[in-house]
């Protein structure tokens, strides 16, 4: 997918009741992110090994 002209992987098809916030990677600065298609808002989260340490409490800081 792409945002802004950034290309992104997208990494979830979709969260739970949120459908339209996804989860991405963002190769340009190496981290998973959150991308709301409703708002077309890009959020980074953290490195892919952080997400993959805890992805709860990346998950819960969007709700």
């Known amino acids: 997918m792409v945002f802004e002209r ?3 992987l997208r990494l ?3 969260t ?3 459908t ?3 989860f991405v990677w963002d190769p340009r600065t190496r981290k998973v992110a959150a991308f709301d298609q409703e708002h077309r808002e890009l959020t980074p989260l953290a490195s892919f090994e952080d997400f993959i340490a805890r992805p709860g409490r990346y998950i819960d800081a969007l709700v």
């Open 6 to 8: 950034k290309k992104l």
């Open 12 to 14: 979830s098809r979709v």
């Open 16 to 18: 739970g009741d949120y």
């Open 20 to 22: 339209d916030i996804v």
